[in-house]
């Protein structure tokens, strides 16, 4: 077997987070080297709580966790949504105290010493909003130029929001953070709602998880019926949209999914369409605000079924 690829998850656990967490540590195809947090599915608190108690949890708490930013770069942080992941951020399930404690280094700062000490060696996997990813991008100019891609969930390129009919979750959080990341120059996939709402767990297939006896299974079992009635009341859903995984199996099976490459430009403007992911394939002058930047892979399709089912071997074991 090839050396694991060493990656580092921004997160905001979050539900779908734990489940993309658990997802990474039991796959030997990946190795963790750290959990930076994020505001977003609840606050930065919370998230940096939630991390430390996962590892824990899964038995890593060798896995360092850095904490980053609590508001976006310019907008003003919207508050935890309660009412899909808890207000605990963990389907109001609670989850055991974590002993250990973060890192002294910033979200931001962890990714530059990471990166830099490993140049082309680190794929960052945000699975929330990107402010850290912005930040450690402005710390240090170089970045980009070190990192061997950016796996994110997030966005929609050609399909409506799920937080209004323009935004998805992770944007809307901080467009501005958006779009200096896709305006960056390395390689960046993005696993937005055109694939996440194509990725579905169904009822039969949670039933599943709760049949499992180790503990990370155990708990995602405690913490999903909060976000199973969110899907089913919001979302009119018989199961669940699996997000943040997605960005976890496409590292795992890159040929499970189809994409098409396009620049990506973020609205940050304060109307309608403000948070969109906007695909810009073209040439002209009507492109311009496109045509500079690095085109990306937008993944538009998946095999739901067989990344399901590598997902809950992996949980199983
Ligand atoms: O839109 C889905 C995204 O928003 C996921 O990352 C979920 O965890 C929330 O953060
Ligand atoms: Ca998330």
Request: hydrophobic share 40%; glycine share 8%; aromatic share 6%.
């Amino acid at each position: 077997m090839t050396e694991p690829r060493r990656i580092i998850i921004d997160t905001d656990p979050g539900v779908d987070d734990a489940m993309a967490i658990f997802y990474a540590l039991s796959s030997p195809e990946l190795d963790v080297l750290g959990l930076t947090t994020v505001f977003g599915n609840a606050t930065t608190e919370t998230t940096t709580y939630n991390a430390l108690a996962l590892l824990q949890l899964a038995g890593r708490s060798d896995v360092p966790v850095a904490r980053g930013a609590d508001t976006p770069l310019v907008a003003t942080y919207g508050g935890p949504v309660d009412f899909v992941h808890g207000a605990d951020g963990q389907g109001n399930a609670g989850i055991p105290a974590p002993t250990a404690s973060a890192v002294a280094e910033s979200a931001a700062e962890f990714i530059v010493r990471s990166v830099m000490a490993a140049p082309g060696e680190i794929t960052l996997v945000p699975v929330g909003p990107l402010t850290n990813i912005a930040l450690a991008m402005r710390l240090e100019p170089k970045l980009t130029e070190n990192l061997r891609e950016i796996v994110l969930m997030g966005g929609n390129a050609f399909c409506p929001g799920n937080v209004n009919p323009s935004a998805e979750a992770n944007i809307h959080n901080d467009p501005e953070a958006a779009d200096i990341v896709f305006g960056a120059d390395c390689p960046i996939t993005m696993a937005g709602l055109d694939v996440t709402h194509k990725v579905q767990m169904t009822h039969a297939d949670l039933a599943r998880i709760g049949a499992m006896s180790n503990p990370r299974a155990e708990h995602l079992a405690r913490i999903l019926p909060c976000y199973v009635d969110f899907h089913t009341t919001y979302e009119g859903l018989d199961g669940i949209f699996v997000h943040d995984s997605t960005a976890v199996s496409y590292l795992l099976a890159p040929d499970a999914f189809t994409w098409e490459e396009a620049p990506i430009r973020v609205d940050c403007g304060q109307s309608f369409g403000r948070a969109k992911t906007i695909a810009g394939k073209g040439e002209g002058d009507s492109y311009a605000a496109w045509t500079p930047r690095r085109p990306v892979r937008i993944l538009t399709g998946a095999d739901s079924r067989r990344l399901v089912e590598l997902e809950l071997s992996r949980l199983a074991e």
